[in-house]
């Protein structure tokens, strides 16, 4: 068998993160069934007559082959998602034995489902490895199917055995890496808190499963000595929430040598009550955070079941800026959530811009979609 993922990170947008080794996870995955399998990455960016004649080129001599598109959990629109279906349907009606797979997304909406409900053999929603290996080993995945649809699979209860935390550890010649990339690893799994606006899987965990301290060194010291990469990013949806996953982080950082720049999702409710985690994020090499802020009203903020305390936000990513020299700070927040207003949320924003203390807003609109 021959595998070929295609992959785009976020096709050009959400430029404060990179969260492009879903596909490398997946690649594993199909490694450890001995089949060989490689990564288009950046995909939309090929000039489309040379990615297409490159996958039929890499299938020639294989009568046994999957084209996996894996794609970001949502799409601002459909047509990254259509071109790679488009493209895929194509090799399929000139080559044998191809099968199209497709991954990343947490959900199907309606527009979605009319792309992948014909000619696609499998699409896995949700953390894929427990569906994609039994579907390798051609198992009964009745289990993971709720819908009419025979190849839509979900996985809604996780074996924790089986999905472990990742890492981009799998790092082979036709990855095309140099010193530029940036590459992605799991602390761990789980986010034990419970946002009533989080569609992540694991949230609300009573325990967060650590990832393995040799696996995580071997990607950070291979990373170094094969491609002179020092930029890393942390994919966990909140490294913060537990002094735990620090540690861990501190404890493979201190054992190589030289200092990795690293970025990171964290919560500032979290951090402005534990000032003790910035000396922690130092010695770790963290260099930026994402955090979602959300609201600038306390009304607000507990209707979405999280902290706040405006004042100890200012202290805390002003000592953040003190510890840390030259650390970045990106916040994201949601307008229209009840309890919050337009002036209280732009003349509190101001505040943090005229002080220097945010380098970056995300400002996204409040959206309800129906439980699918």
Known sequence: MKAAILTETNNGLMLNNYRGFGAQSVKQIFFEAGADCTVFDFATFWDRKELKQSLIDYFKNSNNNVIGLSVPIRFVDDDTLRY????????????????????????????ELELVKED???????????MLQGWLAGEDLSKFNDTEYGHIYTNRNYD??????????????????????????????????????????????KNLKLNCEEAMLYTFRTAKEMYNIENFFIADDTLNESDEKLELLVKVVKQLDYKPNIACFARL???????????MMKEAGIIACNFGI???SKEAAKGIKKGYNF???????????LQI?????????????????????????????????????LMSELQIFPIQ
Not at 84 to 109: A, C, M, P, Q
Not at 269 to 279: E, F, G, M, W, Y
Not at 341 to 346: L, R, S
Request: net charge negative; with cysteine; proline share 3%.
């Open 294 to 296: 959300e609201t600038l």
């Open 269 to 279: 409710d979290v951090l402005s009550n534990r000032l003790h985690q910035i000396p």
């Open 120 to 130: 696609i053999d499998g699409v896995f929603l949700g953390r894929p490895k427990e």
């Open 325 to 361: 020299p030259g650390f970045w700070s990106s916040a994201g927040f949601i307008a229209g959530l009840k309890g919050d207003t337009f002036d209280n949320m732009t003349s509190k924003m101001n505040l943090l811009i005229n002080k220097g203390l945010i380098d970056n807003m």
């Open 84 to 111: 790679f279906i488009e493209l895929s349907k194509e090799i399929k009606t000139e080559l044998k034995n191809v099968k199209i797979i497709i991954g990343g997304l947490r959900s199907v909406d309606l527009e």
């Open 311 to 321: 004042d100890k936000y200012v202290k805390a990513l002003t000592e953040l800026k």
């Open 160 to 205: 924790m055995e089986i999905e472990k935390p990742v890492l981009f550890d799998l790092l082979t010649e036709d990855d095309c890496l140099n010193e530029n990339d940036v590459l992605g690893v799991e602390v761990s799994l789980g986010c034990k808190f419970n946002c009533s606006f989080c569609n992540y899987p694991l949230r609300n965990s």
